[in-house]
């Protein structure tokens, strides 16, 4: 099965800075607009998560469980924090190849590499419990329940393994597209259900018992004549909140459904290659052209968009307080307000880029700089 990446011709962005042709122009990001700050992200404490990301691209996830927050590198050395105050607790050296972590059941960290091996660690100490073959790359983070661990491969199959041994419980196979792009959702669990997004815009709910289908759902659908146009992939992991599932696709939509049965509570045209966020009872999204929008989880209504940092290639949004942050590819932090997109608040964080979706939690911003830098913030008093 061939899979290709779908890459950004960043030459065409380069050559719109040098050139008054209105349809070059057009692709130039948005300048950085003057705004007066309400907000401050103060930095709370800073380490190093090894040597972080390199250059074939991956979205390295933090993980946190028991105050501690968990990270890994794409050298296979993974590190426990104490969360609150950066305290290294233990790391180790696995000395293989990651693709995707780093995820956690609560009693196992879970990481997958490139030649196709799924690893759990204790949690406590890091130690290997096992580790299992695979048919192909591990395409995105593991997820796990306690009772089982789901990964997904490149090549569309699903594994469910024994969270204790790692022995094979079910697998699911599903056909690729021709085309599509770099990377996939992580599968989300619940203690009945796996729910996995896929690349042919598919979400799919499976018994967690016997990978039994439950339900499947279209969150987009292919469209238009090339393979380019018809990509609509699931590559941020779908997010469940009581009896409802959020997921969106590049391409296609964003979508509200119920948990339980699949069906579609409300869509909105929308295209994202990022993890959506959910706070305060609104949905936060990053589109294609970097637009930031709010919608009613509830309802999917429009609340708000902020449109100036278009074309900024911003990464997923994350919540903390009364607000919402995303980066953009210059590794500008922008923090807008939650109930109407102001912005409050522009600096830039420890490191270089970042393609990890920063995690929040307990009032506390951790992001992960693609060269390991891990640095963890709070809002702080208004400046």
């Known amino acids: 099965m061939l899979r290709l990446l779908a890459v950004v011709c960043l030459l065409a962005l380069l050559s719109a800075c040098e050139s008054n042709d209105p349809k070059v122009l057009a692709m130039k990001p948005a300048d950085l607009v003057e705004f007066t700050p309400t907000a401050k992200l103060q930095k709370i404490w800073s380490s190093s998560a ?54 956690s059941d609560g009693d196992r960290l879970l990481l997958g590499t490139y030649n196709g091996t799924l690893h759990a660690l204790d949690i406590n100490t890091g130690e290997q419990l096992w580790q299992v073959k695979v048919s192909s790359e591990v395409a995105a983070t593991p997820a796990g329940n306690g009772d089982i661990v789901v990964a997904t491969t490149v090549d569309g199959v699903v594994y469910a393994l024994e969270a204790s041994t790692g022995a094979v419980r079910w697998s699911y ?143 997923a949004p994350a919540g903390i307080d009364d607000y919402v942050a995303v980066i953009d590819a210059d590794g500008y932090l922008h923090l807008l307000q939650q109930s109407d997109g102001a912005f409050a608040y522009r600096f830039k964080p420890r490191g270089d880029t970042f393609r990890s979706p920063m995690l929040s939690a307990n009032g506390s911003l951790y992001i992960l700089a693609d060269n390991g830098k891990l640095t963890a913030y709070k809002v702080a008093s208004k400046p």
């Open 50 to 103: 090894g040597a972080g990301q390199d250059t074939r691209y991956s979205r390295f996830e933090l993980s946190l469980s028991d105050n501690r927050l968990f990270a890994a590198d794409t050298k296979g050395r993974v590190y426990a924090f104490d969360a609150e105050s950066g305290k290294k607790l233990w790391s180790v050296d696995l000395d293989i190849s990651v693709s995707a972590a780093i995820g």
């Open 173 to 315: 196979d599903h056909t690729v597209p021709i085309l599509s792009l770099r990377g996939s959702g992580s599968p989300a669990l619940t203690a009945s259900q796996v729910i996995v997004p896929f690349d042919n815009g598919q979400l799919v709910s499976m018994s967690s018992s016997d990978g039994s289908t439950q339900w499947e759902a279209r969150i987009g659908r292919p469209q238009g004549r090339t393979e380019l146009e018809r990509i609509v992939d699931i590559d941020g992991t779908p997010i469940v909140d009581g009896s409802f599932i959020y997921a969106a696709t590049y391409q296609g939509s964003i979508m509200a459904l119920t948990r339980g049965a699949g069906r579609t509570q409300w869509s909105k045209d929308m295209s994202t290659t990022q993890n959506i966020a959910l706070a305060s009872g609104k949905l936060f999204v990053s589109g294609d052209d970097s637009t930031v929008t709010a919608f009613s989880a509830m309802g999917g209504e429009t609340l708000w968009e902020n449109s100036a940092l278009k074309r900024r290639n911003i990464g």
